[in-house]
């Protein structure tokens, strides 16, 4: 059984739409890690229970970092946080043919790579809806 706090849903109350890219809000790892934390499983569920009654849906999961390290760390590393996501929903029980992941590393980024709090913006999972 899964447990939500309405505070902690932060994926749109209302429908999706395809082709518009989300950034999930509390799907967090540690530092040059790939592993989720705790707190990034209520969202997870929470978009794992939507696709689940859309069947028709496929997604792809984009990761990012910031500018930090060497390049090519940062883009494996991307994948395999956008893959960790994916993983995590195929356990749930999603068909893992309708998932896709990339990993961008530092090459998209939403906010200044000079501040730490940009930096922590650039470090992001998203995700997209594809009918």
Request: net charge positive.
């Amino acid at each position: 059984k899964r447990v939500t706090e309405e505070s902690d849903v932060t994926l749109p109350k209302t429908e999706m739409k395809s082709n518009q890219i989300y950034t999930f809000k509390n799907v967090l790892f540690d530092i040059d890690k790939a592993e989720l934390l705790k707190p990034s499983i209520t969202e997870l569920d929470n978009l794992f229970e939507y696709l689940s009654k859309k069947s028709n849906l496929k997604i792809e999961i984009y990761g990012h970092t910031d500018n930090s390290g060497i390049e090519k760390r940062n883009r494996e590393l991307s994948h395999q946080r956008a893959k960790a996501v994916a993983d995590y929903l195929i356990l749930q029980g999603l068909d893992k043919s309708k998932i896709q992941t990339f990993g961008f590393g530092s090459t998209k980024p939403i906010s200044d790579n000079t501040t730490e709090k940009g930096r922590a913006e650039n470090r992001r999972v998203e995700f997209k809806l594809i009918e």
